[in-house]
């Protein structure tokens, strides 16, 4: 059986350097807002490129964050990837604020800056550019409409740990950007976990308080804020994995450029390389208008995969009232023809070998 994730050779490799922080943490009897959190904090920004880093509880709340402390809420328009993970539209509703879709390029996933301004109005506050699957989007052309406009730009980088633009990280390409660790993520915790990342001081203190009860100092509330918070042990385990980071992108490239050199089958679309840096292939997505066949075909020969993501967020059931009447047809085509190959670190040879035999024999 090849499995569609697995994280047992990545954490193999650094199961005592994982013992040594947790028992760090437990040593030092600080489970809240400690050193392993202000350390990683600082590493991270560095990593990212960036001047200031502030851990939350998962990246769904790291999006949110951003936006309420922007002041984006009740009669406000936020721009979003029609076909996306649903945390990103539920950060905006949070807010009141409404996702206003638009659609993706069909060979990047990533939102087409040629159609955002049609969908911009009065109400319009900000665009989340999402880098899905771990590719970036085309950032230099919406940050020109973003500056057009006076839109605020935000990175949804959830599954962008380490991907580049242009040489710059995910992360340092918008005002402020938000991840997620969680575990299936390239830079993963041992639960769930987010950040948000950026240059703005004024927005990072604003971020940090609102996730702390709205709380500038213990008991001081100047805000009506949330309990978000990155822990100390999962600060301590992502500080482990960090430095790491790079050489597991580095293997997941492997196996991808494998994948995009041998897999040869008219039935099957492969994703198109990034022009613009460094895909970290967090999912390598393919797409067959015979998916449920490959599904099976994948099944019988004990292949894992994956779906991401089979309905799209306006049709979802939390969403469908709200956007009746709207069509996204480029997002359906994605959702009903996606499927994601494994893909993780320390996949042999013959495991790759195995899936690319059996989708050149589908």
Same mark, same amino acid.
């Given at each position: 059986m090849i499995p569609f994730v697995s994280f047992d050779n990545m954490h193999d490799e650094i199961k005592e350097?994982?013992?040594?922080? &947790?028992?760090?943490?437990? !040593?030092?009897?600080? =489970?809240?807002?400690?050193?392993?959190?202000?350390?990683?904090?600082?590493? =991270? !920004?560095? /990593?990212c490129g960036a001047k200031?880093?502030?851990?939350?509880?998962?990246?769904l709340d790291a999006l949110f964050l951003i936006l309420k402390a922007y002041e984006i809420g009740e009669g406000d328009e936020v721009i979003v990837p029609s076909n996306t993970f649903i945390a990103t539209a539920l950060a905006v509703s949070y807010t009141g604020a409404k996702p206003v879709f638009v659609e993706p390029d069909p060979d990047s996933y990533t939102i087409n800056p040629e159609w955002i301004e049609e969908k911009i109005t009065e109400h319009t506050k900000a665009i989340i550019a999402v880098h899905l699957y771990g590719r970036t989007a085309d950032m230099d052309q919406i940050r020109q409409i973003a500056d057009r406009h006076h839109l605020k730009l935000i990175e949804d980088a959830a599954q962008a740990h380490g991907a580049?633009?242009?040489?710059k990280r995910a992360g340092s390409l918008g005002d402020a950007a938000g991840f997620s660790f969680y575990p299936g993520k390239n830079l993963g915790a041992l639960g769930d976990g987010g950040a948000v990342v950026s240059d703005d001081k004024?927005? @990072?203190?604003?971020?940090? !308080?609102?996730?702390? /009860?709205?709380?500038? &100092?213990?008991?001081?509330?100047? &805000?009506?804020?949330?309990?978000? *918070?990155?822990?100390? @042990?999962?600060a301590a385990f992502l500080r482990v994995k960090l430095p790491y980071l790079d050489k597991w992108n580095r293997d997941r490239n492997r196996i991808a450029d494998r994948y995009l050199k041998e897999i040869h089958n008219e039935k099957i679309?492969?994703?198109?390389?990034?022009?613009?840096?460094?895909? @970290?292939?967090?999912?390598?997505?393919?797409r067959t208008d015979k998916r449920e066949e490959l599904e099976k075909w994948l099944s019988l020969h004990e292949i894992g995969f994956g779906k991401h993501y089979p309905i799209p967020i306006y049709r979802q059931p939390s969403y469908a009232a709200a956007y009746e009447g709207e069509t996204y047809p480029i997002a359906d *085509?994605?959702?009903?023809?996606e499927l994601s190959l494994p893909m993780y670190y320390g996949m042999t040879d013959d495991q790759i070998d195995k899936v690319i035999g059996t989708l050149n024999n589908f």
């Open positions: 350097e994982l013992g040594q922080a &947790y028992n760090r943490v437990m !040593a030092s009897e600080w =489970f809240i807002q400690g050193e392993e959190c202000k350390k990683f904090e600082e590493e =991270f !920004a560095e /990593y200031y880093c502030v851990g939350c509880g998962n990246g580049t633009y242009k040489g004024e927005l @990072i203190d604003k971020v940090r !308080a609102l996730g702390n /009860y709205g709380s500038d &100092y213990k008991y001081h509330h100047i &805000y009506q804020g949330h309990n978000s *918070r990155l822990d100390e @042990i999962q679309e492969l994703p198109e390389r990034s022009q613009y840096g460094d895909h @970290i292939y967090h999912i390598f997505a393919v *085509r994605i959702s009903e023809s």
